[in-house]
């Protein structure tokens, strides 16, 4: 598998769809396995890349935080402080990791948990393989720090866990900063 740039607007116009918050079951529910060739898939990329485009701070979406039950999710960490690598927006089906080290603790928000953020050990360095839509050509994807940990949370998302779930205990949950 070779590492490849990846263009969403191939996708056409998604729909910007509602975000599933906590605690709805379809956040803590693992997701199925989908075809990356199916139109399904690729509607629901296109809707992820919409969805995303419009929620201001958001690097990443996994596929049931808009209701859908598929192993597939949206990531873009572009312009973000703290990305050291940056792949640019992709879209990802069927992913799994390959290698993940080196561990850090840093924090981390969510869409479906708006209110609050947490202090969460993840691997600082990974390599991830999966599927694009559309084309269902596999990729690998070798990646750290930031990006690193956004693949993670969003991985996690599609197992059913929240970053909730990593956290330490509840004094590593702090409430979300606004900022005007």
């Known amino acids: 598998m070779a590492t490849r740039s990846f263009d969403v607007d191939q996708f056409g116009t998604g729909a910007v769809l509602p975000v599933v918050t906590a605690p709805n079951p379809m956040l803590s529910t693992s997701c199925q396995p989908v075809s990356p060739t199916a139109a399904k898939t690729i509607q629901l990329a296109a809707d992820l890349v919409a969805t995303m485009a419009v929620s201001p701070g958001c690097v990443g979406l996994a596929a049931n935080q808009l209701g859908a039950d598929a192993r597939v999710f949206s990531l873009d960490v572009t312009g973000h402080p703290k990305a050291r690598t940056v792949h640019g927006a ?91």
């Open 90 to 180: 992709l879209v990802l089906v069927n992913p799994e990791v390959v290698s993940a080290s080196r561990k850090e603790r840093a924090r981390e928000g969510c869409m479906s948990v708006p209110d609050f953020t947490g202090d969460v050990r993840r691997a600082s360095r990974l390599i991830i393989a999966g599927y694009l839509p559309g084309t269902g050509e596999p990729v690998e994807i070798e990646t750290n720090a930031f990006e690193a940990r956004a693949f993670l949370h969003e991985l996690d998302h599609i197992d059913g866990l929240l970053f909730l779930d990593r956290v330490a205990g509840a004094h590593a949950i702090h409430p979300r900063q606004t900022y005007q």
